[in-house]
C-alpha cells in the first residue's frame, strides 16, 4: 500500500513538472557574492535585488515559451581568489548554471573570469567589480558589468572642468589604490583632452598637518585643486590647508569627497568648487524602490546593479531564443542600449514580449544602464557646484 | 616687486608654518630632554602624553563653552590650560608612584625603564581613546586669522597672500613664555638648581642632602606642563587625533636626539631644525624661483628636492647623519 502511494505521487509529481515544462527546459542562474567577507553587509541587498528579477521573469512565464527561471546563491568571500573559484566551479558543473551574476570584488571577479567563466564558455555580468584592470582582461565577449570601471570617473571628472573652462589644475590624491587608480585615470584624461595636471602629489589620510603638501601644491599652481581623497580623512586636511594659506579658492572634488560633511567643514568658503559622484535622475531608481518595498533595503550600494545584471543575461537569453551563453552573450549589448522601446524595472515581462514580437528594446533598468566599450556601464554621475555653502546638482551626465 | 612676491609666498608656505611646528616639536623634545636628563630614560609614553593632557583641555575647553564662558577672540582652550595641566600633572604623578618608583627603587638599566615607559604607553592610548575616542576633535574657537591671505594681498597690492593663523601666533608667543619660565627655573630657583645637580651628578646631589623624591616629583610637574602646553597648541593650530600624537613621537624624539639629549638648548635648536628641513626640503621652489630668476632660467620643474611622502624620512636621515658626526647631538647632550 505504502509503495503504491509512493508511486502515484511520484508519478503525480513528475507529470506536473512535465506540465509545466512545456517544451522548454529551466535556466538556472548563479549568483555569486561574497555573503562572507568586507563585502557581507551588501551583499544580501544585492543578491536580494537580483533574485527579484529572476522572479519577475519566472512568474511571468514568457522566458523562452514558459521557461522557469532559478537562482542558485554561492559565496564570493570577496577576497579569497581559490575559495571563489572552487565555489564558482561547483556552479558551472554541479549546479549546470546557463550564466553567473557576480561577482562582486574585482579581485575574485578576475579569478573567476578566468578560472571558470572562460574556461567553460559561461557569461559573467558583475553587478559591482570596478577596477580598470577588467576592461582589458581576457574575456571572450563573457563578461561585462553594470558598474562603471573606476577610470570612466576620470573621463567624466575632465568634462567636468574643460566644460568650465579650467585647462590646469594641480591634483593631489589619498595614497591607496583608489586615489592612485583615479588620479592616474584622471590625468591621463585630463592630458589626452589637451589640459596641464601641473603636479600629482600623494597625501597620507589621517596626518593632522598637510602644509608641506599645499605648500608643493601651491608652489606648481593651477585654476583649481583636485582633491582625490576621502572627506573624513586627508582630504578634508588638504581643503583646510590650502584655504587657509590662500593656495587655492576653488576645488574639483570626486565621489569620497562628497558628503554632507563637506558642507559643515567649509560651508561657503569653497564656492563656486566643482565635482562629481556617482548618481542618476532616472525614474528607474524609484520604481525598483517600489518593487523592493520592506523586503530589504533597495538604496543599498549595488542592488540596484544586481537586479540590472540578473536582468540583462535573462532578456539576452530571449533575443537569442537560447539559453547557451555561447549565442546569448552577443545580444547583452543589444538589449541594454538604444535603440529601442525604454524598459524600466518592473516591465520585464512586457520587454520579453516585445522581444519576441521581434522589436527592439533598449534595457534601462534601475541604473540607467549603458554598456560601452569592452560591456561595461558607462556610469551616471551627478555633477554638483558649491553655491551659498551648499552643494547644489548641475546636471546628470 | 617680484623679490617682495618670492618672500611672501616663502614666508606663507615655509616660514609661518614651519615656525608654529618647529615650535610645537621644541616643547614636545623639552618634555623628553628634561625627562632623559633628570630620570635617567627614554620616555616612550611623551606622545601620549601629550595626548591625554590635550584631552582634559579638550574636555574642561567644551565644559566652558557649554557654560558660556569664552577668552574672546583667543581660543577658550587657552583657560582650560592650567586645569588641564593639574590634572595631567596629578596623572603622572600617580604613574610614578605606581610604576616607575618601583622599577626605580630596583635600580633597573635604563632599557628596562623604556620598556617600562613603553608599556604606559600603551594603557594611556587606549584610556586617551576610551575616554575621548579614536576621532578628530575640533575645539578651536574664537578669531581663526591674524591676517587672511586675502586681506594681506588687499592690503599691499601684492599677487602673493600671505596667511597667520590666530593659533600660529599663540603657539610662538606660548612657547616662548614656557621655555624663558622653564630657564628661570632651572637656572635661578633652587629646586631648578637641585635638579640640574641631580642631572649632573646623582651621588653627588644625594651627599649633598638633595631630596631625590622631590626632584622626581618636581620633574614629573614639569613635564606634565610641557606635554600639556604642546599637545594643546599642536591640537589647537592642526586637529586632535590620539594617533597623530602617538606618531609625532618621532619627531620630537628626533628633534631631542639632533639638539643633544638631556640639553634643554639643544631640544629646542633641535625641534626648529627638525621642522625646517621637513618643511624646506620638499617644498616646491618653483613658484619662489619664477619670481626671482630671470625668465630664461625659470625653472620648467617643480624644483622640489624631495616629494612630501619623504617628510618624515627627512628628520631620520638627518638624526643618522647626526648620530654619525656628533654622537652627542648639535648642542652638547648626553651621548645616547
Redesign the interface.
Known amino acids: 500500500m505504502k509503495q503504491m502511494l509512493l508511486a502515484t505521487t511520484a508519478s503525480a509529481l513528475m507529470a506536473s513538472a512535465a506540465f509545466a515544462d512545456g517544451h522548454a527546459t529551466d535556466v538556472k542562474l548563479g549568483i555569486i557574492l561574497g555573503f562572507t567577507g568586507p563585502l557581507e553587509s551588501l551583499t544580501q541587498q544585492m543578491a536580494g535585488g537580483a533574485e527579484i528579477a529572476i522572479a519577475e521573469v519566472s512568474e511571468s512565464g514568457k522566458l523562452l515559451d514558459g521557461a522557469k527561471v532559478s537562482g542558485v546563491r554561492a559565496d564570493s568571500t570577496c577576497i579569497d581568489s581559490a575559495a571563489a573559484t572552487s565555489a564558482a566551479e561547483r556552479l558551472v558543473t554541479a549546479e549546470n548554471v546557463d550564466g553567473i551574476v557576480g561577482a562582486d570584488c574585482s579581485g575574485v571577479t578576475g579569478a573567476i573570469l578566468s578560472n571558470v567563466a572562460v574556461a567553460n564558455g559561461i557569461v559573467m555580468v558583475s553587478p559591482s567589480a570596478t577596477s580598470p584592470g577588467l576592461s582589458t582582461a581576457e574575456d571572450n565577449g563573457l563578461f561585462f558589468r553594470t558598474a562603471p570601471s573606476d577610470a570612466r570617473q576620470g573621463v567624466v571628472m575632465t568634462e567636468v572642468l574643460m566644460e568650465e573652462g579650467i585647462n590646469e589644475v594641480a591634483l593631489t590624491y589619498t ?1 591607496n589604490d583608489y586615489g592612485k587608480g583615479l588620479a592616474d585615470s584622471f590625468q591621463a584624461a585630463f592630458e589626452a583632452a589637451g589640459g596641464t595636471v601641473t ?1 600629482s ?4 589620510d ?4 598637510y ?6 601644491l ?4 593651477g585654476d583649481r585643486l583636485v582633491v582625490a581623497g576621502y572627506v573624513d580623512q586627508g582630504g578634508s ?1 588638504i581643503v583646510r590647508s590650502a584655504l ?4 587655492f579658492d576653488t576645488f574639483h572634488f570626486p565621489d569620497g569627497m562628497i558628503s554632507a560633511k563637506l558642507e559643515e567643514n567649509f560651508g561657503d568658503e569653497i564656492d563656486g568648487s566643482s565635482g562629481q559622484h556617482p548618481g542618476t535622475d532616472s525614474p528607474g531608481v524609484a520604481k525598483f524602490a517600489e518593487m523592493v518595498g520592506d523586503a530589504f533595503d533597495a538604496t543599498s550600494p549595488f542592488a540596484p546593479e544586481s537586479y540590472d545584471a540578473a536582468a540583462l543575461i535573462l532578456l539576452a537569453m530571449q533575443a537569442a531564443n537560447s539559453k547557451d551563453p555561447s549565442a546569448y552573450k552577443d545580444h547583452i549589448m543589444d538589449v541594454a542600449n538604444e535603440p529601442g522601446e525604454k524598459i524600466y524595472p518592473g516591465e520585464l515581462g512586457k520587454a520579453l514580449d516585445l522581444i519576441k514580437a521581434g522589436t527592439d528594446i533598449d534595457y534601462v533598468g534601475a541604473t540607467a544602464v549603458e554598456l560601452i566599450g569592452p560591456g561595461e556601464s558607462a556610469g551616471n554621475y551627478r555633477q554638483i557646484t558649491f553655491d551659498g555653502g551648499k552643494i547644489e546638482t548641475v546636471k546628470y551626465r | 616687486m617680484d623679490y617682495i612676491n618670492a618672500l611672501v ?1 616663502f614666508t ?3 616660514l609661518v ?1 614651519g615656525t608654529a ?1 618647529g615650535a610645537q616639536l621644541a616643547l614636545g623634545a623639552l618634555g623628553v630632554t628634561l625627562i632623559y636628563g633628570i630620570l635617567r630614560f627614554s620616555n616612550f609614553a611623551h606622545g601620549d602624553t601629550m595626548a591625554f593632557g590635550t584631552m582634559f583641555v579638550i574636555l574642561i575647553t567644551w565644559a566652558f563653552q557649554g557654560a558660556g564662558i569664552s577668552a574672546g577672540p583667543v581660543p577658550t582652550a587657552l583657560l582650560a590650560l592650567p586645569f588641564g595641566i593639574a590634572l595631567t600633572g596629578l596623572f603622572l604623578i600617580g604613574t610614578d608612584r605606581v610604576v616607575y618608583r618601583f622599577y626605580r627603587k630596583q635600580r633597573v638599566k635604563p632599557v628596562v625603564m623604556v620598556m617600562v615607559s613603553l608599556g604606559v604607553m600603551f594603557i594611556m592610548n587606549g584610556l586617551t581613546r576610551f575616554i575621548i575616542g579614536p576621532d578628530d576633535q575640533r575645539f578651536a574657537d574664537g578669531e ?2 591674524l591676517i ?3 586681506n ?2 588687499e592690503m599691499t597690492g601684492l599677487r602673493e ?3 597667520i ?1 590666530t593659533t600660529q601666533g599663540i603657539t610662538v608667543i606660548t612657547a616662548v613664555i614656557v621655555v624663558v619660565l622653564l630657564f628661570w627655573f632651572l637656572n635661578r630657583t633652587r629646586t631648578g638648581k637641585s635638579m640640574r645637580a641631580f642631572s649632573d651628578n646623582e651621588d653627588l646631589a644625594l651627599l649633598s642632602g638633595i631630596n631625590p623624591e622631590r626632584v622626581v616629583l618636581y620633574t614629573w610637574l614639569i613635564v606634565a606642563a610641557l606635554a600639556t602646553v604642546a599637545g594643546t597648541l ?1 591640537g589647537l593650530d ?4 590620539p ?2 600624537y602617538f ?1 609625532l613621537l618621532l619627531p620630537i624624539f628626533a628633534a631631542a636626539i639632533v639638539g643633544g639629549l638631556g640639553n634643554p638648548v639643544g631640544a629646542i635648536a633641535g625641534g626648529f631644525v627638525i621642522a625646517f628641513s ?2 624646506t626640503i ?7 624661483a619664477t619670481y626671482v630668476l630671470p625668465e630664461a632660467l625659470a625653472p620648467d620643474g ?3 628636492l624631495l ?3 619623504y ?1 618624515f624620512a627627512v628628520s631620520f636621515a638627518l638624526l643618522i647623519v647626526v648620530l654619525m658626526f656628533k654622537p652627542t647631538g648639535l648642542f652638547k647632550g648626553q651621548s645616547v
Request: glycine share 10%; no cysteine.
Open positions: 595614497n603636479i602629489a600623494a597625501h597620507e589621517g596626518k593632522a598637518d602644509s608641506a603638501e599645499v605648500g608643493a601651491a608652489s606648481a599652481g586636511g587657509d594659506t590662500g593656495a | 609666498a606663507n608656505f615655509v608654518p611646528y581663526r586669522f587672511t591671505a586675502r594681506f594681498r597672500g600671505l596667511a593663523k599642536y592642526k586637529s586632535f587625533k594617533f597623530t606618531q621637513e618643511v620638499t617644498y616646491a621652489f618653483k613658484k619662489v617643480l624644483a622640489q616629494s612630501t611622502d617628510k
